[in-house]
């Protein structure tokens, strides 16, 4: 008796184990239907959707983060440029560009100070360093009567140059003279002998 029931409960479990590995089959084979189509969905002529689903396989977070950082630099960049056009000097960089030009006797210097008046530059001489000083101020009314509103501001600043002479100079001869934004000082040489 016991062999029967053995052949019998033998049998049951290789049709189980043959249904089992039939359904696993069936199953892979769907699995691979399925990612054989989403494959060629992202390979398709259509383009740009983001409903589509990614390929995991090209997922590169490195790629990621690093168009965040270029998105985050082009942002701050329009930011700084945006400023530096709303702002009332237009560009500081440019103001107070010194250059310096050994003479005979003297030494000449000339600054660049565009669209300065010359009642907010000071010229400083202590020992052999000359210091030029801007100070710019502007007032900047708006308003906008549609909604009320009205915004007063005041914009200033301080640009200061300093540079160091090659050599004594003679400080109560020094001249300066302003002219179409440009600066000249003329500081002539201390006699030695």
Not at 56 to 83: A, G, K, T
Not at 169 to 177: A, G, I, L, N, Q
Request: glycine letters at 4%; a neutral charge; hydrophobic letters at 35%.
């Amino acid at each position: 008796m016991k062999s029967p029931i053995m052949i019998i409960f033998a049998v049951i479990l290789i049709i189980a184990f043959t249904m089992q590995v039939l359904m696993f089959y069936r199953i892979h084979d769907r699995l691979d239907q399925h990612f054989a189509l989403l494959k060629n969905l992202n390979h398709s002529s259509y383009q740009g959707d983001s409903t589509w689903v990614d390929n995991n396989e090209n997922w590169n977070p490195y790629q990621e983060l690093l168009q965040m950082r270029n998105q985050l630099e082009q942002i701050f960049d329009h930011s700084i440029l945006r400023f530096q056009r709303n702002s009332p000097t237009k560009s500081l960089r440019n103001l107070l560009a010194i250059n310096l030009k050994d003479e005979k006797d003297y030494y000449l210097v000339t600054v660049d100070i565009p669209g300065t008046d010359k009642s907010v530059i000071d010229v400083a001489l202590n020992e052999r360093n000359l210091t030029v000083s801007v100070n710019i101020e502007e007032k900047k009314d708006s308003s906008n009567k549609d909604i009320n509103y009205q915004q007063n501001g005041i914009f200033s600043a301080k640009l200061q140059r300093t540079i160091q002479l090659p050599g004594n100079v003679d400080k109560s001869r020094m001249t300066t003279e302003y002219n179409n934004g440009v600066m000249t000082i003329i500081l002539p040489k201390t006699k030695s002998g």
